[in-house]
């Protein structure tokens, strides 16, 4: 079983149809989406239609999927997140909103070796920076392998005496520890904030206990005209080529 893991798509269609695009010359059985559809990108409702019309897609929502929906507010968002939220909320139709709210909170057990997240798994909305979150969400996971988006940033963390392993044939490709726990951030497809503006997504194959993390150029300066066009703030266009 191999699957394909999408999180932070943030309306950003060039970028995730160029991920797409690439996983499906690799191959995958499934989908794990971690969430954030939307928020920042310009194009929520293609997103959103991409997103709904693929078979086997396993969901869990994000903080702006939930501020979207009306489930929460956007008191803890920044003015461009805000704006950008507000604007979603208007562009995008009831049935598509609908849809939103109706994504799952995480974390979710996909089986029993994975759990998905967006923030952390003792809390859908907390983030995943350094080794003490590591250490508590590793404690909290309720799978031996927990994925996790959010903060739109790659990271692998495993307890302590079991570190991944880089193929010694693919340097993106991990290996998983045998025994122990992993806490896996693939990255975000439609803003990564790692200084690489190409977009992130990640393969989990459970046979080989591997995690590839894969990047893949997109179009970055359409993206960024259909943030302009939109009348969205302009550095969220700017921050796509700068991958910050
Ligand atoms: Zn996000």
Redesign the pocket.
Known sequence: MRDLILS?L?ANLQALDAALADAATIGYDRILCLG?LV?YGADPAAVVDRMAAIDHVVFVR?N?DKVCAGLDTADGFNDVARRSIEWTRDVLTPDRLAWIAGLPQGPRRVNDAVEICHGAPFDEDSYVFDAADAARALEAAGAPICLY??T?VPAVFTTADAPARPDPAHADVLHLPASGSALVNVG?VG?PRDGDPRAAYGVLDLETRTVELRRVRYDVAAAQRRILEAGLPPWLGDRLSLGR
Do not use: A, E, T
């Open positions: 932070d943030h954030d928020g994000g702006h988006g959010h739109h975000s803003q």
